[in-house]
Nanobody, 122 residues
Framework: VQLQASGGGLVQAGGSLRLSCAAS????????MGWYRQAPGKQRELAAT???????NYADSVKGRFTISRDNLKNTVYLQMNTLKAEDTAVYYC?????????????????WGQGTLVTVSS
């Protein structure tokens, strides 16, 4: 299973970015998908997650500004980030949990994407 993230870049404070992460690899289903972020010198932290039925969870720091969504047919998760702040600067990693694949048939507890850098200039 591979997760390919894209959409990071440099944006001014107050601007918007949309991240995408596509999972591939004979996938039958994914229970949870989400975005985590790691700022320089800090630990990785949750930004937002979404279940297969659309239930969402957000870190308090991004509530009201970020929106997570997913396309189950495409095994893709998105993160729409609005009103970006300098403190949102981080490498954003996508994560998939509870993956079931067909060929070969197996269950993968968790898989991470390679990360995409978001830089917000103040």
């Amino acid at each position: 299973v591979q997760l390919q993230a894209s959409g990071g870049g440099l944006v001014q404070a107050g601007g918007s970015l949309r991240l995408s992460c596509a999972a591939s690899g004979s996938i039958l289903s994914i229970v949870d998908m989400g975005w985590y972020r790691q700022a320089p010198g800090k630990q990785r932290e949750l930004a937002a997650t979404i279940t297969s039925d659309g239930s969402t969870n957000y870190a308090d720091s991004v509530k009201g500004r970020f929106t997570i969504s997913r396309d189950n047919l495409k095994n893709t998760v998105y993160l729409q980030m609005n009103t970006l702040k300098a403190e949102d600067t981080a490498v954003y990693y996508c994560n998939a949990r509870g993956i079931t694949t067909a060929q070969p048939m197996r269950h993968i507890p968790s898989s991470w994407g390679q990360g995409t850098l978001v830089t917000v200039s103040s």
